[in-house]
């Protein structure tokens, strides 16, 4: 989607599809099993950990096999830009340009409105709790 980046979702006054407007609806698909490819030990060191991150990475959960194919013939032709002694502007203005298909920043992913949050901090159920209570009031408890 072009034009700038959307605000988070949080940061709106009321949820998008409130306003009106053209919401387009989702066609969805089925997500298949993956197996990140290991990256090549001969790519300049920026590559690497550029392919490092993008396996660490949240937007790695939507990632299929051919999105893994897609980042890693970038990071070769990273690699390869690079290490060449003589650069082309063009050739690094591709590379980055396909790298903002990946979703490989915020500003990206915010465009195809995703958004990466920290994880729910793990709470234990009211059970749970009441139950530990119980053996506290009992004794039980160490």
Same mark, same amino acid.
């Given at each position: 989607?072009?034009?700038?980046?959307?605000?988070? =979702?949080?940061?709106?006054?009321?949820?998008?599809?409130?306003? !009106?407007?053209?919401?387009?609806?989702?066609?969805?698909?089925?997500?298949?099993?993956?197996?990140?490819?290991?990256?090549?030990?001969?790519?300049?060191?920026?590559?690497?950990? &550029?392919?490092? @991150?993008?396996?660490?990475?949240?937007?790695?959960?939507?990632?299929?096999?051919?999105?893994?194919?897609?980042?890693?013939?970038?990071? *070769?032709?990273? @690699?390869?830009?690079?290490?060449? !002694?003589?650069?082309?502007?063009?050739?690094?203005?591709?590379?980055?340009?396909?790298? *903002?298909?990946?979703?490989?920043?915020?500003?990206?992913?915010?465009?195809?409105?995703?958004? &990466?949050? =920290?994880?729910?901090? =793990? *709470?234990? @159920?009211?059970?749970?709790?009441?139950?530990?209570?119980?053996?506290?009031?009992?004794?039980?408890?160490?």
């Amino acid at each position: 989607m072009p034009g700038p980046v959307p605000a988070r =979702e949080s940061d709106l006054a009321r949820p998008r599809e409130r306003k !009106g407007g053209d919401v387009q609806a989702v066609t969805r698909g089925i997500a298949r099993a993956t197996k990140v490819p290991n990256g090549d030990r001969s790519w300049h060191p920026i590559a690497k950990r &550029l392919w490092d @991150s993008l396996k660490e990475s949240g937007q790695a959960d939507y990632y299929q096999a051919s999105d893994w194919a897609m980042a890693f013939s970038l990071c *070769e032709d990273l @690699s390869h830009y690079k290490q060449a !002694g003589k650069r082309s502007g063009q050739m690094l203005q591709t590379i980055y340009s396909t790298f *903002e298909r990946l979703l490989v920043t915020e500003g990206d992913r915010r465009r195809v409105r995703i958004e &990466l949050h =920290e994880p729910e901090p =793990e *709470e234990q @159920s009211a059970a749970v709790l009441a139950i530990a209570d119980y053996k506290k009031d009992l004794g039980l408890a160490e």
